[in-house]
């Protein structure tokens, strides 16, 4: 594929994951911070992401198996978990950490459990999307993965 259709198709791939609301505008804000001295800073940036909410996504898990619930708990691992997930963007997993957290505020526990099936979607869903965008990004060259003119 030549690279003006490949840059294209990077565009197009981009737009889809604003469109169908798994990013927002923090996403941008990260790119503008991409330059040529670090051509891959957002897919470092997102790699560090997934690799930390996995082992927050544990904690979760691990706290949901004990039982009675500890709600405070909860609703502590996922405000980390939804700031983690704000940094970067993820649009429909920090809403769904949202949910979450309205859950345990009213110490719902079978709310909780479907919320959290939810977030974990999301994450897995996301983690997907993000990569093969990075993988195309990465063939399209440096200059499109933030999707940034090439400063001289």
């Known amino acids: 594929m030549e690279r003006y259709q490949l840059r294209r198709q990077v565009a197009v791939v981009k737009q889809s994951l604003f469109d169908q609301g798994y990013l927002d505008e923090q996403f941008v804000q990260l790119e503008e911070l991409q330059d040529t001295d670090n051509p ?5 940036v997102v790699t ?4 930390d909410s996995a082992r927050m996504i544990v904690n979760i898990e691990q ?8 709600f405070n708990r909860l609703d502590n691992y996922m ?18 950490s949202t949910q979450f957290r309205e ?39 440096p200059a499109e993965t933030a999707g940034l003119p090439v400063r001289n």
């Open 103 to 141: 859950y345990c505020r009213t110490g719902n526990a079978d709310g909780c459990m479907r919320s959290f099936q939810q977030v974990k979607k999301e994450h897995a869903t996301l983690k997907k999307k993000l990569e093969s965008y990075f993988q195309l990004a990465r063939q399209a060259g």
């Open 79 to 96: 405000h980390q978990f939804k700031g983690s997930s704000s940094s970067i963007g993820a649009k429909k997993v920090k809403e769904e």
């Open 48 to 51: 560090l992401f997934f690799r």
């Open 63 to 70: 706290a949901m198996e004990r039982s009675p619930l500890d």
């Open 40 to 44: 891959n800073f957002v897919e470092e």
